[in-house]
């Protein structure tokens, strides 16, 4: 599912990254429902394998929510469908059932 690509305007969503401005403050990682944020040597990192956009679980990316400098922004390099995160969902989460679909 990596690098899944979707034709523009078709329920284009994407993974997230974190940009330079963290200040690595942890709130993001803390309220990642697919640990996909980690700590990295200068900024959390996320890992896009991963990271469902919250889909699945929020209606909104929640790290980008409640990051205060703004660090958390789409990834233009892992682009997926909603399909394609909510399946990633899913796997991540076996025998669970979507809140947000």
Do not use: F
């Amino acid at each position: 599912m990596r690098n899944a690509r979707v034709k523009k305007g078709e329920n284009q969503r994407m993974a997230y990254m974190i940009t330079e401005a963290c200040v690595m403050c942890g709130n993001c990682e803390q309220h990642c429902p697919n640990e996909a944020i980690s700590e990295g040597e200068d900024t959390n990192i996320v890992d896009p394998e991963r990271c469902t956009e919250c889909v699945g679980t929020y209606e909104v990316s929640k790290c980008s929510v409640i990051c205060s400098q703004e660090a958390c922004v789409p990834d233009p390099d892992h682009e997926e469908s909603r399909e394609q995160l909510l399946e990633k969902w899913k796997k991540l989460h076996p025998g669970e059932t979507p809140t947000n679909v």
